[in-house]
């Protein structure tokens, strides 16, 4: 039994920054890629951005230069720096893991409002 818990949403203004944390725990063997996600309301759940285990990146278009993943091995943890966000960035957002199995934790919200 894996487990992944989401910190750091929350409301921010416009042009804002937040940084999101997930921290795995439990029956973790390996882990390949751990990643975030999003959904906003009325939309499919899409990649944000993902980290493979030897350290490679892959981000969305509309978060690049904007948001950044890093990874601490050692604490299981992930994590994504968003800086200069924008309304279109509001969504609940997910954490995934790949390894040993497709795990996502429970979603934290991130509001971008003036």
Not at 2 to 30: D, K, T
Not at 75 to 88: A, C, D, G, I, R
Request: hydrophobic residues 35%; aromatic residues 8%; contains cysteine.
């Amino acid at each position: 039994q894996v487990q992944l818990v989401e910190s750091g949403g929350g409301l921010v203004q416009p042009g804002g920054s937040l940084r999101l944390s997930c921290a795995a725990s439990g029956s973790i063997f390996r882990i390949f890629v751990m990643g975030w996600y999003r959904q906003a309301p009325g939309k499919q759940r899409e990649l944000v951005a993902q980290i493979a285990s030897g350290g490679s990146t892959n981000y969305a278009d509309s978060v690049k230069g904007r948001f950044t993943i890093s990874r601490d091995n050692a604490k299981n943890t992930v994590y994504l720096q968003m800086n200069s966000l924008k309304p279109e960035d509001t969504a609940v957002y997910y954490c995934r893991l790949l390894g040993g199995g497709d795990h996502w934790g429970q979603g934290t919200q991130v509001t971008v409002s003036s």
